[in-house]
């Protein structure tokens, strides 16, 4: 019998998503504009408009739109000549597209731990690791350091160990745009930055990301590669191997008019942090991440730590649960790198602090389109469970 039929059945509220798109109204005008003159196929006007908008938003001189920001990790190690064997240092505590593109190559992933400020790349570990690498004759070919839920990492002391000991920084600011150290926008900190335009991220063009860096050369070459590396001769011939890696000039639409509500779309996400932080005030054992001096987070994801020590014996996934029952999506910190099955007999530097944020840290429903009334079903949870 439906729930139709039978008058008791109790019927599920709506789903709250931990991040789900947020249109801004004028995505379909520039994608009309796509249909409308047939550039439909890979590239166009919308992919030179959107790398132009990247451009003038994180201040990196030049910009390639990709289709993802896993592909534009995978070339940034082409273009530094990762090739197997070589070592590439990574933050532990991230999701596993920062580090599978070290592995596409055949290069061996080095984990570093997080430090408390922000969560991000520990820069005491980072340097740990790079003098017993360098001892062993082992030099890194890149850093990838992540800007994790939008708080930016320590990049003034990353980059300052990365030139100490020549090794170029690849940023990984996938979740981060919009959020700035002392007004610099991250992405334009490494030798490259990485951005992802996926479904979840702050905006979004279905699929996608960019590579941005100060090195035309090095943009160039993406480009090159991300267009299956063809030779210019009037037939096709490939003096390299290259990827599928270009974004379509249709996606590169929704971004542009993504690109129109970015800064909205900061102030909402901040605004849920600061609803978040309000609302858990006081509450034993709770705790969110403040952002150190100098720094702006675009508050991506809101997150808190829970601990079952000081609150009462309520742990992380006692919420999770609670969130869930009430179809309220929300989801643990990332598993570090280090602990996953598939990279756990890789190196590894630091303490424990990667492991105890993933053991108690939440990520809570943070979309810069929640409604009144889902912030008082997901308030409901919290203020009953806690």
């Known amino acids: 019998m439906s729930n139709s039929q ?51 938003y994180t201040g990196a001189a030049h910009a390639a739109a990709l289709s993802s920001g896993t592909a534009a990790i995978h070339l940034s190690l082409i273009l530094l000549d990762v ?33 408390k400020d922000t969560w991000n790349m520990c820069p005491d570990a980072l340097e740990e690791a790079i003098k017993k690498l360098t001892a062993k004759s082992q030099q890194p070919k890149a850093i990838i350091p992540v800007h994790l839920y939008g708080m930016p990492a320590k990049m003034d002391e990353i980059i300052a160990i990365s ?78 191997i290259g990827y599928n890696y270009r974004m379509s000039n249709v996606l590169a639409g929704i971004g542009r008019g993504q690109m129109q509500v970015l800064g909205q779309r900061v102030e909402q996400r901040r605004a849920n942090y600061y609803w978040y932080q309000a609302l858990l005030a006081g509450r034993p054992g709770i705790s969110l991440l403040p952002e150190p001096p100098g720094f702006f987070a675009n508050r991506w994801l809101t997150t808190i730590l829970v601990d079952p020590k000081t609150s009462g014996g309520i742990s992380r996934d006692d919420i999770r649960l609670a969130f869930d029952v009430q179809n309220i999506e929300s989801r643990p910190l990332w598993k570090p790198m280090h602990l996953q099955p598939v990279f756990q007999a890789f190196p590894y530097f630091g303490g424990n602090t990667a492991e105890r944020l993933f053991e108690n840290g939440l990520c809570l429903p943070s979309g810069s389109n929640l409604t009144v009334e889902e912030k008082e079903r997901i308030a409901a949870v919290l203020n009953n469970i806690l």
């Open 83 to 115: 090739r197997p064997g070589d070592v590439v240092i990574c933050q532990s505590l991230t999701f596993s597209a920062t580090a599978n593109p070290i592995r596409y190559l055949g290069a061996t992933p080095v984990f570093i731990d997080s430090e």
């Open 163 to 240: 030139e100490k000991y020549g090794i170029p920084v690849v940023e990984d600011a996938a979740e981060a745009l919009g959020s700035e150290i002392n007004g610099r926008r991250c992405g334009s900190f490494g030798r490259m930055g990485i951005l992802s335009f996926n479904g979840n991220k702050i905006i979004t063009t279905s699929g996608g990301g960019a590579l941005l860096s100060e090195d035309e050369a090095l943009i160039q070459k993406a480009r090159f590669l991300a267009t299956q590396a063809r030779d210019p001769a009037p037939h096709y011939q490939h003096s390299h």
């Open 6 to 56: 039978n008058p008791t059945a109790k019927t599920q509220p709506p789903r709250i998503w931990l991040s789900s798109p947020h249109m801004g109204g004028t995505e379909q005008t520039f994608v009309k504009e796509a249909f409308d003159t047939n550039w439909v196929a890979p590239l166009g006007p919308n992919v030179d408009g959107f790398e132009l908008d990247l451009q003038q």
